[in-house]
């Protein structure tokens, strides 16, 4: 069996209003579109997608919150409605989802062997996160590609953001190689927003575009200087910066996702592509690939000697 390999990690962002903008048949409440920007992002994302092929896709959520230990979800079918807490206006989302139970296992085996706490979730009846939910949806509205669902056990808000950082971590080790003996093309999804100072008031209409903006202009410059470096690939730079930008920009990276993400893709140093930005009230949300595939390729044809030389 050939091993298995991380295709690709996608920052994905998930407050429910992109969803809602859509107006996907499994969601209930009707939206008069908004939030192009983010959505027109997230549609260059899927056809990115698309041509990686992935056997699974794995996502990290904060809003699945489990305080003792990392969860994954272990039932091959789960159905059911989500709602979502704080907008349950915009989001009541009917869901069909498969579960790649195998690797879901492995991962929360290798975990437990790097001395994390981990445990498989196996209630039929369980609810899915709309974080989780929203995430998948917008990156692969078809739900035609098995998933490994992981939970935020936010050891970063509990413990020093050094130690919970540092589990996350191990988080991502662990997920890279049960991936890689699992022989699959894996794609990773960070269900991120960055900076997270938000209005506290909706507006009549919530797709009303006129009301959208950035919070407050520290979270703005916050967000543009960490994706100027990620675009950049200076992601040293970003893990350096990243405590203080989780500090002065409130950001929503504090739960782990995006730590996990880059530590099982051995934080690569790659340009990631910007496939958009925009506000959801006032929040901070980027849609943002690191491509390893590509990569590759590239350093692979740097290595090459070119035509004209050996002409
Ligand atoms: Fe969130």
């Not at 915009?90 to 879901?104: G, H, N, T």
């Amino acid at each position: 069996m050939q091993p298995g390999v991380i295709v690709s990690g996608f920052l994905a962002p998930h407050p429910p209003h992109m969803l809602y903008a859509e107006n996907p048949p499994q969601n209930e409440p009707r939206a008069q579109g908004g939030w192009e920007q983010l959505r027109w992002a997230y549609e260059r994302a899927r056809a990115s997608l698309e041509e990686q092929r992935p056997d699974v896709l794995l996502v990290h959520s904060p809003h699945w919150i489990t305080s003792v230990g990392h969860h994954f979800i272990g039932v091959e079918r789960l159905q059911g409605r989500s709602v979502d807490p704080i907008f349950p206006n915009l989001f009541r989302f009917d869901y069909d989802m498969q579960v790649d139970v195998e690797l879901a296992e492995a991962c929360c085996e290798q975990g437990r062997k790097l001395g994390l706490h981990t445990k498989m979730m196996r209630n039929p009846r369980f609810r899915v996160d709309y974080g989780t939910i929203v995430t998948l949806h917008m990156i692969r509205p078809q739900w035609d590609i098995p998933v490994v669902s992981i939970s935020a056990n936010n050891t970063p808000y509990y413990l020093s953001m050094k130690e919970g950082l540092g589990e996350m971590d191990l988080l991502g080790k662990a997920t890279a190689e049960a991936i890689h003996k699992s022989g699959k093309r894996a794609v990773l999804l960070a269900s991120n927003t960055l900076s997270h100072w938000h209005f506290h008031e909706e507006p009549p209409v919530p797709e009303d575009m006129t009301r959208e903006h950035p919070q407050n202009l520290l979270g703005y410059q916050w967000d543009m200087r960490m994706i100027d470096l990620m675009r950049r690939g200076d992601m040293r730079e970003v893990f350096r910066l990243l405590p203080q930008f989780i500090e002065e920009a409130f950001a929503e990276v504090k739960s782990g996702a995006f730590t996990w993400m880059h530590a099982a893709m051995d934080y690569p140093q790659i340009p990631a592509d910007l496939h958009g930005y925009g506000t959801v009230i006032g929040t901070g949300n980027a849609v943002m690939e690191w491509n390893l595939l590509k990569a590759n390729l590239y350093e692979h044809a740097q290595r090459q000697p070119s035509r004209v030389a050996n002409s």
